[in-house]
């Protein structure tokens, strides 16, 4: 277990390339698939043309997004919530879900609930292991009951 006066962790969220291509990847493929499918040319096209400009425009998006500054705490005693601040905003880590290096951390700040999608290219590997240190414990089942007959 961490020490409660563990040292805070700090780092800068911004746009991420990786995102940004696989915005626009998505929309290639989706004017590929639209392309070997047997619609008519007249149905085909537009979908085609909204399909891309879809995933450009969510690349743009993407791109114009603007850095946010987190500082995760050390974890309480007990486990429970993890304090953050997000742009100097205090709040709570409720959880976090792991999909490989992709971290999508839920926060509860002002009352509302938050997510914060970290990417590989965004952060390295050295903070996704601090990240998966500090992250709240999720509570497991709480008796044999819960269990399906």
Do not use: F, K, N
């Not at 563990?6 to 800068?12: D, K, N």
């Not at 007990?78 to 999909?99: Q, S």
């Not at 990240?131 to 089942?141: F, I, M």
């Amino acid at each position: 277990m961490r020490p409660a006066e563990a040292p805070p962790l700090r780092l800068t969220v911004g746009a991420s390339r990786l995102a940004m291509a696989s915005c626009a990847a998505l929309g290639l493929g989706a004017v590929a698939s639209i392309g070997l499918s047997d619609l008519p040319a007249t149905g085909a096209w537009p979908a085609a043309i909204a399909c891309m400009g879809w995933g450009l425009w969510l690349a743009w998006r993407e791109r114009r997004r603007t850095p946010v500054a987190l500082v995760v705490g050390a974890p309480r005693r007990g486990g429970g919530r993890v304090p953050v601040h997000l742009d100097a905003i205090a709040g709570d880590w409720i959880a976090a879900t792991w999909r490989g290096p992709l971290c999508v951390m839920t926060l509860a700040i002002d009352g509302r609930t938050q997510r914060l999608v970290l990417w590989p290219d965004v952060t390295g590997a050295a903070v996704r292991r601090e990240l998966r240190l500090r992250a709240p414990r999720q509570a497991g089942a709480g008796d044999a009951a819960s269990m399906a007959p």
